[in-house]
């Protein structure tokens, strides 16, 4: 009797002791995700310190359009973002809310829609209507932009500002909240790896260790470890102000700690924290003096919490 009820609790962790990860989204239905982050950035630049903070606090919902077994298609829209920027230079702000009572002219920002095509496991596998949300065209209509783009150096950020660009990193920040699934069944304190590589002419990489800590109570709980890396090389820099300075290349590695809470009837995240560690460097064309070092030193720390309403 002993023995069997041994092979009985065996076959129970085994068949019952595991749990499916994955979203569960119904057709029609409307998701929201509110994110607030705040963030630090010190550095050196010719010898000098340099530091700065920003913060991005916006909320978003994501309606459901198509649904099969194979994932879904959303129509993703902003309902509010507001950016606030500190640095050497100076302050850059945008609000949409001031915007949108201003009479933009490009209508109110929750209507301007992209749509995406979402796996199971989170992915994100077409993105359409690019830029269509409104956000980036009203970034460029504020007169702050110009100052925005010196401070980050005109000719690697016009190149970051270009549609492919945006696409990728629309990609990249998206996926970092939604793939988080496994391909298989997993047990509590197992841990199973995740990697986003956006399609970018610059190399960048998101390699995150996920392990279920709890699954109780409609909630499962997950503890993210992320690993970083993002290099590039221009090999043509732009001129500014008639001399050829701009940024021929950057590497930055850096980590984060995560911890997630999931609705495990839907699979969408129900609030998430986490601790960002980023350290690089930049590496600049056009040496001004022999003394000028050939790369600066880069660090950015902060905090992010997300949270579905």
């Known amino acids: 009797m002993k023995w069997l009820l041994l092979l009985s609790a065996f076959f129970y962790q085994t068949i019952y002791g595991q749990y499916s990860l994955e979203l569960n989204l119904q057709k029609d239905n409307i998701y929201h995700l509110k994110i607030n982050s ?12 340099v530091k700065g903070s920003y913060t991005i606090r916006g909320s978003m919902h994501f ?5 099969s077994a194979a994932g879904y298609q959303l129509d993703v829209a902003y ?12 302050k850059f702000e945008f609000n949409s809310a001031d915007i949108d009572q201003a009479g ?39 007169p702050m932009f110009a100052m925005l783009k010196q401070m980050m150096m005109m000719g690697g950020f016009k190149q970051s500002m270009g549609s492919k660009a ?11 909240i939604t793939a988080l699934y496994p391909d298989h069944k997993v047990k509590i304190n197992e841990s199973w790896v995740n990697e986003i590589r956006p ?12 392990q279920l800590i709890s ?14 890396g993002a290099s590039s090389s221009d090999k043509q820099p732009k001129s500014m102000f008639g001399t050829v300075i701009g940024m021929s290349g950057f590497n930055i590695t850096g980590q984060s700690e995560s911890l997630i809470e999931i609705n495990t009837n ?13 350290k690089g460097n930049l590496k600049m064309s056009g040496k001004q003096s022999p003394n000028q070092p050939e790369s600066h030193l880069l660090q950015l720390n902060g905090d992010t919490n997300i949270s579905g309403f």
Not at 42 to 49: D, L, P, R, V
Not at 111 to 130: F, P
């Open 266 to 278: 839907t699979g969408w995240i129900r609030e998430a924290s986490v601790k960002n560690d980023f």
């Open 79 to 90: 309902d509010s973002i507001d950016i606030q920027m500190k640095g050497p230079m100076g």
């Open 63 to 67: 309606k459901v359009v198509e649904a």
């Open 215 to 228: 699954y109780q109570d409609g909630i499962a709980r997950i503890k993210g470890h992320t690993e970083t």
């Open 38 to 49: 705040s963030n630090q950035f010190s550095g050196e630049m010719e010898g000098h310190s």
């Open 166 to 176: 945006m696409k990728d990193a629309m990609k990249e920040n998206i996926e970092k």
């Open 199 to 210: 399609d970018s002419a610059h190399t960048n990489w998101i390699k995150t260790t996920y």
């Open 104 to 142: 933009s002219g490009y209508g109110n920002i929750s209507e301007k829609q992209v749509r995406i095509t979402l796996l199971k496991n989170g992915a994100i596998s077409k993105i359409e209507n690019k830029d269509t949300s409104g956000f980036m065209v009203r970034i460029k209509g504020n």
